[in-house]
């Protein structure tokens, strides 16, 4: 399983950031995909999940309204759009396989991070 993040950066509150997750056939083949974030002395929160299967996605309460999550057609990409970022959302993010219950969780896979700063 190969997931690889891209697209972080500096932005300022209130701006637009897209990342992208660029996954092997094999991942989207048998897993769900979604991003997780780690903030400085805090502990790796999941973000959204796009299912394998039928699209279906989830939000963590915290992004929902602001963060879309999607994907290509071919399914290897999963793309995270964030609009109106805050400063709280600064964190290095990653892409990993998951899916979710009460809460979004790893299923096993992860890729390297990518830091995205919010800040004027």
């Known amino acids: 399983v190969q997931l690889q993040a891209s697209g972080g950066g500096l932005v300022q509150p209130g701006g637009s950031l897209r990342l992208s997750c660029a996954a092997s056939?094999?991942?989207?083949?048998?897993?769900?995909i979604g991003w997780f974030r780690q903030a400085p002395g805090k502990e790796r929160e999941g973000v959204s999940c796009i299912s394998s299967s039928d699209g279906s996605t989830v939000y963590a309460d915290s992004v929902k309204g602001r963060f879309t999550i999607s994907r290509d057609r071919r399914r290897t990409t999963v793309y995270l759009q964030m609009n109106s970022l805050k400063p709280e959302d600064t964190a290095v993010y990653y892409c990993?396989?998951?899916?979710?219950?009460?809460?979004?969780?790893?299923?096993?896979?992860w890729g390297k991070g990518t830091l995205v700063t919010v800040s004027s």
């Open positions: 056939r094999f991942a989207v083949d048998y897993y769900s």
């Open positions: 990993a396989t998951c899916w979710w219950g009460d809460t979004i969780y790893n299923t096993g896979y």
